[in-house]
């Protein structure tokens, strides 16, 4: 069994309902795949990108699960699927956006060459299969925040620094485009 840190965001109502709603039943959904030891609160945070859209509700959950990191993508990519998440838009709305952050400290290089860089450069790089961790964690205070919440513990698998550590690195009007607004019920 191995600790799998997942986040969570939607803006557009979907085949589950509302975004708080279709968090809510992702998080009853990530209890079908193993233990949901710990989620965080609901975060608001502005969207990212050129499509105009409304914000994101985000969260993050840590799940003790027996599946391989490459099997646990495709059920989240499934459960993304059964949420009505339609694919094709970069940095659009969604219903349902479900991402591996982290699987028992497991590193997973990108495939192929050359070492991307900048929000479209991260953008190609998860493009080109499982990475781990997530190219982009410590770059997103949406996903920093809450995972701060579900795992203060939790250092990066390549850097050692935690998500607290990030945060405190981060531009403060950058961290301010993400609030807290309660919990996922």
């Known amino acids: 069994m191995k600790m799998a840190l997942v986040a969570l965001g939607s803006n557009v109502r979907g085949g589950w309902g509302t975004p708080p709603e279709t ?13 949901v030891v710990a989620i965080s609160g609901l975060w608001r945070s502005t969207p990212f990108g050129p499509v105009a859209q409304p914000s ?6 840590m799940v003790r699960t027996a599946l391989s990191p490459h099997a646990l993508i495709r059920r989240l990519l499934q459960l993304e699927e059964e949420a ?8 659009g709305p969604r219903t349902l956006d479900l991402d591996l952050l982290d699987h028992g400290g497991r590193v997973i290089a990108p495939t192929g060459t050359g070492r991307p860089s900048g929000a479209l ?3 190609h790089l998860q493009r080109r299969g ?12 949406f996903v ?4 701060a919440e579900a795992a ?9 620094w935690t998500a607290a550590q ?5 531009p403060g009007k950058i961290r301010a485009q993400c609030h807290r607004i309660g919990e996922i019920t």
């Open 166 to 170: 990030a945060l405190a690195r981060m």
């Open 84 to 91: 009505g998440r339609l694919r094709g838009w970069s940095w």
């Open 130 to 141: 499982l990475v781990l961790p997530h190219p982009a964690i410590m770059f997103r205070p």
């Open 121 to 123: 450069g991260l953008h």
């Open 23 to 35: 968090l809510a039943e992702s998080v009853r959904r990530l209890g079908d795949i193993g233990e």
């Open 56 to 61: 994101f509700l985000n969260a993050v959950a």
């Open 152 to 160: 203060p513990d939790w250092r990066h698998p390549l850097d050692g």
């Open 144 to 147: 920093l925040l809450p995972l």
